[in-house]
């Protein structure tokens, strides 16, 4: 009796185990890079950014990633960074980042620091 109400539950106990949340110290390496609205703005410092291992470094702020968590999604994977940025011009002027990324599969990803602003990002490459 008891294996067979183990074996029932067996599904879904691995169900809640493949969508568990995975903790990383820094962005994993397919997310690291330029990105930008479009190819053009690849060259513009005006509104791509860059994020690095344990960095994030946009127009006007850079931020220090303390962890990155991973969640499974139905249709990929999710991101979120979170950390502290200054801003460049003030350093004194400090703030909370919670990045979020879901990357896609044609080297474009939804980027954006609340659910309600992501947009739609791709992936420079150096010949941009």
Avoid at 5 to 25: C, F, G, K, N, T
Avoid at 41 to 62: H, L, M
Avoid at 88 to 105: G, V, Y
């Amino acid at each position: 009796m008891r294996k067979q109400i183990l074996l029932s539950l067996l599904p879904v106990i691995m169900l809640q185990a493949a969508h568990a949340d995975v903790r990383h110290e820094s962005f994993p390496t397919e997310l690291q890079g330029v990105w930008a609205p479009n190819a053009e703005a690849c060259q513009s410092d005006n509104t791509r950014f860059t994020i690095n291992e344990k960095t994030v470094q946009g127009p006007k702020i850079t931020c220090a990633v303390d962890y990155v968590v991973e969640r499974a999604v139905p249709n990929g994977t999710d991101y979120s960074g979170r950390g502290s940025c200054s801003n460049r011009s003030n350093p004194d002027d400090k703030s909370f980042m919670n990045l979020i990324i879901q990357l896609h599969n044609n080297g474009q990803a939804s980027i954006g620091m609340t659910l309600d602003s992501v947009a739609e990002y791709q992936h420079c490459t150096s010949g941009q």
